[in-house]
């Protein structure tokens, strides 16, 4: 919004949908028309994908104030994966018509898409390394440290409102690995475990961790 002029964002206001989702409530479905661009009021969100045999795969955790999606609403193409809302969220549809303007009409938030799209990209950059160069530990914490991306994630707390099966599915390890992990990390007074959460303690530790510098 800091890039819009007034009339363009009253337009944005006005043509933007707010729903509400309990957690466990699909967002948005893999194969629906890419008709909305995603932005979280408040909760979090999870991007995911369910094989024909049931089994599933997350990509990414997307907490509040963070957008997800731009890339499907930019080429039209069906979504390729599934939302699904991690707690009790808000979120905010901005129509593609609306998204399109916008990229047409405002020369400040064209170079914010490319910044948010450049950081994306960075991300799951960032995520194969990881998952193919570090051990579990490492891929754990940088599961966690990503969500503190400042260009993807402005909004992010040290309470996060996650559960170890959730860092299980984002890490791409068992949840049992997962729970090592996270515990292991409690221990050297990085994070906190709490119920159905994750307290963050010590960023630049967790983060030397998810480089693989811990």
């Not at 994908?49 to 957008?67: D, E, L, M, N, R």
């Not at 990390?185 to 693989?212: N, T």
Request: with cysteine; proline share 5%.
């Amino acid at each position: 919004m800091q890039e819009l002029t007034p009339d363009q964002a009253e337009r944005v206001r006005r043509e933007t949908i707010c729903r509400t989702f309990p957690a466990g409530a699909t967002v948005c479905m893999r194969g629906a028309p890419s008709a909305h661009w995603i932005g979280v009021v408040e909760g979090m969100l999870k991007v995911e994908t369910v094989t024909a045999g049931g089994k599933s795969a997350s990509f990414i955790g997307v907490p509040a104030g963070a957008w997800v999606g731009e890339g499907s609403v930019i080429k039209g193409e069906p979504r390729p994966y599934d939302v699904v809302a991690i707690r009790d969220s808000a979120v905010a549809f901005v129509p593609r018509a609306t998204f399109q303007w916008l990229m047409k009409e405002s020369h400040g938030f064209s170079g914010w898409l490319i910044g948010q799209l450049n950081a994306r990209l960075g991300h799951f950059i960032a995520m194969v390394q990881s998952l193919r160069l570090n051990d579990t530990t490492a891929q754990v914490a940088y599961c966690l440290a990503s969500l503190f991306n400042r260009d993807l994630y402005p909004g992010t707390t040290p309470q996060l409102a996650i559960s170890q099966e959730e860092i299980g599915r984002l890490s791409g390890v068992s949840r049992q690995i997962a729970n090592r992990a996270l515990h292991e990390m409690q221990d050297r007074g990085i994070i906190r475990i709490g119920y159905g959460s994750i307290e963050v303690l010590d960023l630049p530790a967790l983060q030397a961790i998810a480089s693989g510098n811990g």
